[in-house]
Nanobody, 121 residues
């Protein structure tokens, strides 16, 4: 059993900052890619940023230069530092991880429960 627990969402004014955290726990042998997705009302879920176990990162064009993804492999935790927030960043943000559980030979895809980020204009 693997769980992802997010924290750090909230309400912020445009131009402000928030930091999201996501901790993976449970029967974890290894984690490959960890990432953040978001889903705004009426829109599809989209990738915001992702990071591999060796630190390679990938960002959506809309957040490049404003958001920074990082991870602490020892804590199985991924972070998303969001600066210069815009109203269009308003969405539910979901943590995602590709995990190999103990006793398994396959990557399995896990999701957090989501955390609301609201940016007011």
């Amino acid at each position: 059993q693997v769980q992802l627990v997010e924290s750090g969402g909230g309400l912020v004014q445009a131009g402000g900052s928030l930091r999201l955290s996501c901790a993976a726990s449970g029967s974890i042998f290894s984690i490959n890619v960890m990432g953040w997705y978001r889903q705004a009302p009426g829109k599809q879920r989209e990738l915001v940023a992702a990071i591999t176990s060796d630190g390679s990162t990938n960002y959506a064009d809309s957040v490049k230069g404003r958001f920074t993804i990082s991870r602490d492999n020892a804590k199985n935790t991924v972070y998303l530092q969001m600066n210069s927030l815009k109203p269009e960043d308003t969405a539910v943000y979901y943590c995602n991880a590709d995990v190999v559980p103990y006793g398994s030979s396959w990557w399995q895809d896990y999701w957090g429960q989501g955390t609301q980020v609201t940016v007011s204009s």
